[in-house]
């Protein structure tokens, strides 16, 4: 099983600065990584797939990069919506165990 | 637009049998190109995958679980369930369904359920 390791376990930014959320894989996943936000009785949303490619609809402010073990989430310039939980998911191991981080609470400074 | 719903009993007793569905809307769940999965949440926790089910009949499970789980299809109703036996405390989680692409990632959620495993 592939263990992925989220850091921090909570952040604390203020509005209109910039987050940078990190997400390691115990061995590595190559560009196979999600990353996931969770907002309170929410279920998760997908935002970025294949490390860097954003989902349908979601703002450019958010940005995915990395490859191999080492990921990181940027998030340019915080809006109030975007405080939440972000969980990481690698998809290399085919073809099912699929294994997320335990994720990052990104909280109002 | 694609929408999933989970239904089921909000409280199992422990060594009873949880028992879910997941109601597929704008979509066919016999679409040869994604799998059906349940995920789950325990209060406070993280993310853990149950397990797929595929158009095909196949179905593939979480080892920590796998003795325990079964998954099935019911494609005239487009929906797709999951049973969970000897269910304990530990079971205890909100339950997603959702539609992981072939390449791996999920794309589409349900808004999840709270199931209480508890006497």
């Known amino acids: 099983e592939i263990v992925m390791t989220q850091s921090p376990a909570t952040l604390s930014v203020s509005p209109g600065e910039r987050a940078t959320l990190s997400c390691r894989a115990s061995q590595s996943v190559s560009s196979n990584l999600a990353w996931y936000q969770q907002k309170p009785g929410q279920a998760p949303r997908l935002l970025i797939y294949?490390?860097?490619t954003r989902a349908t609809g979601i703002p450019a402010r958010f940005i995915g990069s990395g490859f191999g073990t080492e990921f990181t989430l940027t998030i340019s310039s915080l809006q109030s919506e975007d405080f939440a939980v972000y969980h990481c998911q690698q998809y290399n191991k085919w073809p099912s165990m699929y294994t997320f981080g335990q994720g990052t609470k990104l909280e109002i400074k | 637009q694609l929408q999933l719903q989970e239904s089921g009993p909000g409280l199992v007793k422990p060594s009873e049998t949880l028992s879910l569905s997941c109601s597929v809307s704008?979509?066919?769940?016999?679409?040869?190109?994604?799998?059906w999965v349940w995920i789950r949440q325990p209060p406070g926790k993280g993310l853990e995958w149950i397990g797929y089910?595929?158009?095909?009949?196949?179905?593939d499970y979480n080892p920590s679980l796998n003795s325990r789980v079964t998954m099935s299809m019911d494609t005239s109703k487009n929906q797709f369930s999951l049973n969970l036996r000897s269910v304990t405390a530990a079971d205890t989680a909100v339950y997603y369904c959702?539609?992981?692409?072939?390449?791996?990632?999920?794309?589409?959620w349900g808004q999840g359920t709270l199931v209480t495993v508890s006497s």
């Open positions: 704008g979509d066919s769940i016999t679409t040869n190109s994604y799998y």
């Open positions: 294949a490390a860097s």
């Open positions: 959702a539609r992981r692409s072939t390449v791996g990632f999920y794309d589409y």
């Open positions: 089910v595929y158009f095909s009949g196949s179905s």
